[in-house]
Structures are given as C-alpha cells and as structure tokens.
C-alpha cells in the first residue's frame, strides 16, 4: 500500500499491454511494473492515460452531474430536528429546503438532506456544483470553495434561528468534494439503461444493483434536483466483462469508472456496488498475475469461486422492482 500518491501517465508495450504506470509524489516520480492493474480513481485517470476510449456525460449534451460537498454537523437532538431529517424521503428534503430559502441561504441543491449518522451527528448534503468536470482542477478548486462557503453560511443561519438549532455547529467538511461523474472506460461490455429496465442477468455477474436511476440535475435551469427518470429499473446484474478494459489489455476497472451509458452509470455509482466490484477486479487481477495470463483471459470460474466465499451479492431468487 502506497498512500499520497498519484498516478500521472501509463505506458503501454508492443503488444498494446498496460505495462508500466508512472506515479508521482514526496519521493519524486517512480514507475511501477504489473502483470495487471486497475483502475479505482472513480474519475477513470488511469484508463485515459493508458489509451482507452471512454465517455464522460450525457450523450446528447455532455453535462455531468453536479458535484457535492458534504460535511458532518453536531449540535442538534434527532427528536428536536426529526421533521427536517430523512434520507429518502420527501417531505423532510423539502421543510429543510423551505427553511433555508426562509432565512436567506437557499440551498443550490433543490432538496437538502440530512442523514443521522448516530446520537447528535448527522451528514448534511445541501449543495450542488454544477457544470464542473473530472478533469478541470481549477474549477475543481473553486467549486470545493464554494461548496464549503455554502455549507458554513447555511449552518451559521440556522444557528442564528436558536431553539433547536442553536447549538448546531459543523464537526468537519469532506476533505475532497463528491464528484459524480467523471469518465466510462470502454469496457468489453457496457451496462445500459436496456439492462436497467430489463433486470438483466449475466452468468459472470460480480454483484446485483437494486440502486434505481438517480440523475442529479445537470442544469440548474431546469430543475436543482433529481431528474425525472426515463424509465422505472429492475435489479440488475455488473458483469465482470464491464470492468474489463476494450482497448488496452491487462487493465480492469473497479466503481463508477466501468464501461456504461450515462443512465446506468446513475445507478452503480454508488458505494455498496463498488466494493464489490472492487473485490471482483481484484481477484481477476490476482488470478491473471498468477498465472500469467491477460484479465480477459481468466476462467469466470476461478474468480466466482473467491467471491462466492467473500459473500458475492448476486441472489437466486427474484427481486422486487425498484423506482
């Protein structure tokens, strides 16, 4: 394990192999030799550095979906606040967005969240940066910025209110902003909004997504929420093929940088689906270096074996319907 390092540039050999990553950090620049690697920046670097084609976007438009800043507040009792408190539903996204916009720090996200972690802490989710992609540092920069002047204003208004926010006070702010979405590596398949609505199964299914469709706006003119989805989806299977690189051999992906359209890639994205993909790719990636062959080239078999032991979450029986 090597922390507070970056990987920079990839190179590959005469047989269009992913040979050599180069990386940079306190150390200098340094180049590492692999029989296979894989690509878990969530944004796909690694991938667009070693020759891969990929998308990033919505297909038509090219936007992506906002970027977040979340942050961990204390202060505030559940039983005081549990009107305003609620994940999934509605109702408390809305009171706590009507609220903000009540005391002059309307949220850029058009339904501010908190989560309860436990006791008096919970995460709070309230801003949208819009329009910033992956690989644009300083806009990067300034949406981080803008995104934790938000976060204050918004806690330091409601503290102002008292009664039951007049202790509230934020504990930290994510070190990094959330970024959505960032590139899709080809892959040798790609997961489609066909599969979503069609519950797809695969025989070499690293997990099941029962995640539904989740677009967060692309363009704050037309709504500061989640879009409205195209199409209901159905629990769905990752293939393994999916995390596979097309162009460049002995390269996998593991998270929201795997090979998908815009729609699907709304649903995996998030966290459960990639540490399992993260352990398939891994495994894949083990059993190629082991013996000596290219990822692709892996039986399924020797790599559902390890993960049916790490409790791979693909169910037998039927599913029901997600929104």
């Known amino acids: 394990v090597r922390l507070l390092t970056r990987v920079v540039a990839a190179g590959r050999d005469s047989d269009n192999r992913l040979s050599v990553v180069i990386t940079e950090s306190k150390a200098g620049r340094e180049a590492w030799h692999a029989r296979a690697f894989i690509d878990a920046t969530g944004d796909g670097d690694l991938g667009a550095q070693a020759g891969c084609g990929f998308d990033m976007g919505h297909p038509e438009t090219g936007a992506v979906q906002p970027m977040s800043l979340m942050a961990l507040i204390g202060g505030i009792q559940f039983d005081a606040v549990e009107s305003y408190v609620g994940g999934s539903l509605r109702e408390p996204k809305e009171r706590l967005g009507a609220l903000m916009s009540e005391i002059g720090v309307a949220a850029s996200y058009g339904h501010p969240t908190l989560f309860r972690i436990r006791d008096d802490l919970f995460a709070l989710m309230s801003n949208h940066q819009y329009g910033v992609t992956c690989d644009e540092p300083d806009r990067i920069t300034q949406a981080t910025i803008s995104?934790?002047?938000?976060?204050?204003?918004?806690v330091a208004a409601l503290r102002q209110l008292g009664g039951v926010w007049s202790g509230i006070?934020?504990?930290s702010t994510a070190a990094q902003i959330g970024v959505r979405e960032g590139r899709r590596i080809h892959g040798r398949y790609e997961v489609t909004g066909k599969d979503l609505l069609e519950g797809a199964r695969f025989d070499d299914a690293v997990c099941r997504?029962?995640?539904g469709i989740d677009v967060h706006s692309t363009d704050p003119a037309k709504t500061k929420v989640v879009e409205a989805k195209p199409h209901r989806s159905q629990p769905?299977?990752?293939?393994?093929?999916?995390l596979i690189a097309r162009d460049v051999d002995g390269l996998l992906m593991a998270g929201r940088c795997i090979s998908g359209d815009f729609i699907a890639h709304s649903s995996y994205r998030v966290t459960g689906n990639a540490v399992a993909m993260?352990?398939?790719a891994g495994v894949c990636a083990a059993r190629a270096a082991l013996t000596g062959v290219l990822p692709h080239q892996v039986a399924w078999s020797d790599v559902k074996q390890p993960l049916d032991a790490l409790n791979r979450y693909v169910p037998t029986e039927e599913s029901v319907?997600?929104?």
């Open 209 to 211: 997504v029962t995640m």
């Open 169 to 171: 006070r934020i504990v």
């Open 147 to 154: 995104g934790r002047r938000e976060v204050h204003q918004q």
């Open 236 to 242: 769905y299977d990752i293939p393994l093929r999916s």
């Open 321 to 323: 319907q997600v929104p």
């Open 278 to 280: 993260g352990q398939a």
